[in-house]
């Protein structure tokens, strides 16, 4: 069973906590974990990325070319 923290945010730290969470698809609790996690060594960043990159392109069909 885990351990339970309470403390304050000013106005600022809130705002922000919340703007990042919204982006990273998180409830601002889950965000201050991961980002508490993150600070202390517990999880990887990049644990969330796919192994290969993502493609990019303009939409057109690839076309392999051969020397």
């Known amino acids: 069973m885990g351990k339970q923290l309470s403390f304050y945010l000013d106005e600022r730290e ?17 965000q201050a974990r ?9 999880d990887n960043p990049n644990k969330h990325e796919s192994v290969t990159p993502a493609l990019t392109g303009n939409g057109d069909a690839l076309v392999e070319s051969h020397p």
């Open 14 to 30: 809130a705002k922000r906590l919340t703007e990042i969470a919204i982006k990273e698809c998180r409830r601002p609790p889950d």
């Open 34 to 42: 991961y980002l508490l996690r993150l600070a202390l060594g517990l």
